[in-house]
């Protein structure tokens, strides 16, 4: 595991975000707040994209060493609208990179210790806990994709194939 290979796993987090939330917002607000069912990790594309948003955020303040506050599908924020999650988001976005740049690889490897809600340690290498961020927002990419068709609009692509593609196209 390397640095550059962090930062780019991280730059095609962005991307992929971004491309779904696009896509969600294009519906406008009311179908982005229509309850779709039990079945989903939350009910609503927008309670998904600010559960994504929360993800990144209390993960981000735990690395600073800030107290994660509140757990579960919203993290205690409340975001009435995609409106005022967008500017949040790209706040967000900002300060994770400037975080992510300032690694090394020896920080890669350190243990960082997360204490689950039973209050059990459990050490895992920093550098995993920078790739779980992306692989639990890749779980619920996968599920706002499936909520877009369900709705009737196709999802944008956010393979990392494309993002390759398109970052190439881009120069």
């Known amino acids: ?83 005022e999650l967008r500017p949040r988001w790209d706040a967000l976005v900002a300060e994770q990179r400037r975080y992510i740049g300032g690694l090394t690889e020896a920080d890669l490897v350190r243990v960082f210790e997360v204490k689950g809600t039973d209050g059990v340690a459990s050490p895992r290498p920093f550098g995993m806990m920078l790739l779980h961020v992306i692989n639990h927002a890749t779980h619920h990419r996968s599920e706002i994709a499936t909520m877009l068709t369900e709705l009737g609009s196709p999802p944008p692509d956010t393979g990392i194939n494309s993002y390759y593609r398109e970052r190439a196209a881009r120069g």
């Open 1 to 83: 595991m390397s640095t550059e290979l962090i930062r780019d796993a991280w730059e095609y987090h962005h991307w992929a975000n971004r491309r779904l939330f696009d896509a969600t917002n294009a519906l406008g607000e009311e179908v982005a707040g229509r309850t779709l069912g039990p079945q989903w990790s939350v009910p609503t594309l927008r309670e998904m994209m600010a559960h994504v948003y929360g993800a990144d955020r209390m993960w981000l303040r735990r690395w600073q060493g800030v107290p994660p506050g509140e757990a579960g599908p919203s993290y205690g924020l409340e975001i009435p609208s995609l409106a």
